[in-house]
């Protein structure tokens, strides 16, 4: 039997952790860590109160936090990203996880294209700027992707063999190309996208997150492109 770990990477999402890491231990048997990335609320505590183990991450970038789970996480075989703002649900993950626990997959990405975004979930700009990356990367890397799925399983052994460098915004994908450039088995599934219950937006909502996430999105889809893969990996 193969064992999962939850990675919930959080900044300030106190209203959201506790309800989050709950639904997730009720929905799947899996251990849940949540990364917190230096809050200024009770996202450790509601986090720990709820039964995940709780790790620190003081240095700030969603990268970071997610690589401080995967240190962490030595008793997963399949690690599985979860955003902590409750936008995505816990009751989808068997979805994420079937392809994966079947042999289908080596990556699993959770198209909320191909599923449902619930209205004022996303912003135009957001809409349009991830599928647009996704198109690029289609047709750079040979893929037929809709979405860039922040919510998404994958198994411990690729993403150990991925060299991970990204630890802000390009982490995602980061992870996409280079697992798609080392022929990888990337599947997509169809999630919901929900605006999130609580706590403030950081990136999609303000101009300063957007710019800095399509800066690093962008760069890092163009960069693994040519050449500097076969170095790093
Ligand atoms: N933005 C941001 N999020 C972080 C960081 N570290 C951890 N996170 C968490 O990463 C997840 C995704 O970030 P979000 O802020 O929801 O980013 P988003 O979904 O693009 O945008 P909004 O929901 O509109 O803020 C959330 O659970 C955050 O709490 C960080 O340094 N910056
Ligand atoms: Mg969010």
Not at 11 to 31: D, F, Y
Not at 67 to 77: F, I, T
Not at 168 to 182: C, D
Request: charged share 20%; proline share 6%.
């Amino acid at each position: 039997m193969e064992r999962v770990t939850v990675i919930i990477p959080a900044l300030n999402e106190a209203g959201n952790i506790k309800r989050l890491v709950r639904e997730v231990l009720a929905t799947v048997p899996v251990w849940v860590i949540v990364v917190d990335n230096g809050s200024t609320d009770a996202t450790a505590q509601e986090a720990h109160a709820a039964g995940a183990q709780v790790i620190l991450e003081p240095r700030r970038g969603y990268g970071f936090a997610c690589a401080a789970g995967v240190a962490a996480a030595q008793e997963g075989d399949i690690l599985v990203f979860l955003d902590g703002d409750y936008s995505f649900l816990p009751s989808e993950l068997p979805i994420i996880l079937t392809p994966i626990l079947a042999d289908e997959a080596d990556l699993v990405l959770g198209s909320r294209y191909r599923g449902h975004i619930a209205p004022g979930a996303m912003p135009p700009h957001q809409r349009f700027g991830n599928w647009l990356v996704a198109r690029l990367m289609n047709w750079l890397y040979g893929l037929s992707l809709t979405d860039l799925g922040p919510y998404r399983a994958i198994r411990r052994s690729l993403l150990e063999q991925l060299d991970m460098r990204e630890m802000t915004y390009g982490w995602p994908t980061e992870m996409m190309t280079k697992a798609a450039r080392r022929g990888a088995r990337l599947v997509e599934v169809p999630v919901s996208f929900h605006p999130r219950r609580a706590g403030r937006s950081k990136v999609s909502g303000t101009v300063r997150g957007t710019l800095l996430a399509t800066w690093f999105i962008l760069g890092v889809t163009l960069r693994y492109a040519w050449g500097q893969t076969q170095k790093q990996t």
